[in-house]
């Protein structure tokens, strides 16, 4: 556990060299919130206010899932570099086994998500109202399960990718890819809608239901604004998530690291 | 960068547009959105030109751009020059996806509506340059680009009409309606025939605007450059 503690002494150091890039970015996302959300909440169709309320009540959860997404996300970056830069063969020569080595970076990744999400979640509860004590601590450990998955799919892509450019397009299609199919910017019901007009693959739809953003996104929902309606999938979901890609990412970081 | 861009364009046309278009109530609002988005992506292609300049500085670059038989004039005025074209370059074939999307109904109105995007990319390169010889700094660049463009963007037309934007805030659609980009986009949508939800009546404003926002950057570049750069002033 020392030496797991030692490792997130280090990585969060790295995280706040960047401080001025983090305030920038939580600026943005920000930006997204107070005037993007607010310009949408007045174009929204009949149907849609019927559903939602609001946009700007229904984005903020989405936006905070968003924001713990990218932070989480910055880690395998930083592994990527240390690959390139050989900086890898100190990190295997540290008195520490593989595996601290391995679930000390997969976890640092995901409490730097929760430390960056912190601000974006507390203007969530601001604006759109506290939950309950019960409901908060859910909303906390299922947004950490997520935070270990995000952090352990970017070691996974990391530690696989030889360079920087074949890791920023892999991060930019997994990034894409779930923040535009899942429900942190609209929806499930209009995915859904598109699908059985088979304007939109069922194949999507069906990614859409299970992806963990969207789950995190409905869950946070369901405690703040009463919908869509609580279910214990969505915990379920991103625990799987998580499971699988910290498993993952352990391994995959212990084989590849050695293996170069 | 490229495969970047293109990845976010095609999953914003195939995703956010396609699904965003039935949430709201402006008319053919996926054509509205994809037009948007050319601009959008010409803008940030426009942006990196600032980014080269701090490449080339680290590497001594300036010193040998400065010793060329150019004056400051030429050389600021072809950066700004070269950056936009490199950003059309980058976003040329996106723009041709969004065209296939969007269809053209005017041929000579799109050419103007093109010359005049010309324009705003150069001045988008002329304001790069300038912020990036002011800030002299890669890191607080970068940071301040990402804000801006997180502003400059949102507090336009790129993504909704303006009577919207000025419905939900009276003074983000006065920023909005002096914005290059609401004017690159609007003018855009113009050229393309997308003539619902259009902020001018008449196209010649807003092409004053940019061939101003061109200008100004292009000027300022130009002083700022001669008196930032010259003698070593860089570092």
Known sequence: ?260 | MVVMRAIWFVSQIAFFGLIASRMVVVEDYFRYYVSGLSIMTLYSAAIFIGFDIYEEAEHGVFEYLLSLPVTRRQLVLGRSIGGGLRAFIYVGPLICVSLYVIGIVNPLNFLLALFSLFLFAFGVSGMSITLAVVIKSSDRFDILMGVLDALIVRLSTAMYPLSFVKEANSLYGWIASFNPVTFAADLFRWGVGIESNLSFENPLLPFLGIAMFFAFFTFVGVVLYDKTIEGGGWR
């Open chain 1, 1 to 260: 556990m020392r030496h797991i503690i030692h490792l997130l002494e280090n990585d969060f150091r790295n995280f706040f060299r960047y401080k001025w890039w983090l305030v920038g970015l939580i600026s943005m996302n920000l930006t997204d919130l107070f005037i993007m959300a607010i310009v949408y909440n007045r174009m929204l169709n009949p149907e849609i206010i019927q559903q939602i309320k609001s946009y700007f009540d229904f984005f903020a959860p989405g936006l905070t899932v968003t924001g713990l997404f990218a932070s989480a996300f910055m880690i395998g970056r930083e592994i990527n570099m240390e690959r390139r830069q050989e900086f890898h063969r100190y990190m295997l020569s540290l008195p520490m086994t593989r595996l601290e080595l391995a679930f000390g970076r997969v976890l640092s990744g995901g409490l730097r998500g929760m430390v960056y999400m912190s601000p974006l979640l507390a203007t969530c509860f601001a604006f759109i109202g506290f939950p309950t004590l019960m409901q908060f601590f859910t909303i906390l450990i299922v947004l950490f399960f997520l935070a270990m998955g995000i952090s352990g799919l970017s070691i996974a892509i990391a530690v696989s990718t030889t360079s920087l450019d074949k890791f920023v397009t892999a991060r930019g299609l997994v990034y894409y890819f779930l923040f535009f199919c899942s429900s942190v910017f609209y929806p499930l019901s209009l995915i859904e809608q598109l699908g059985q007009e088979g304007k939109f693959p069922m194949i999507l739809v069906a990614f859409a239901k299970v992806n963990p953003l969207s789950n995190a996104s409905d869950l946070i929902r369901s405690f703040l604004l009463g919908t869509p309606s609580f279910s214990f999938e969505m915990i379920v979901s991103v625990s799987t998530f998580s499971a699988v890609f910290t498993i993952l990412a352990a391994f995959a970081y212990i084989k590849l690291m050695e293996r170069t």
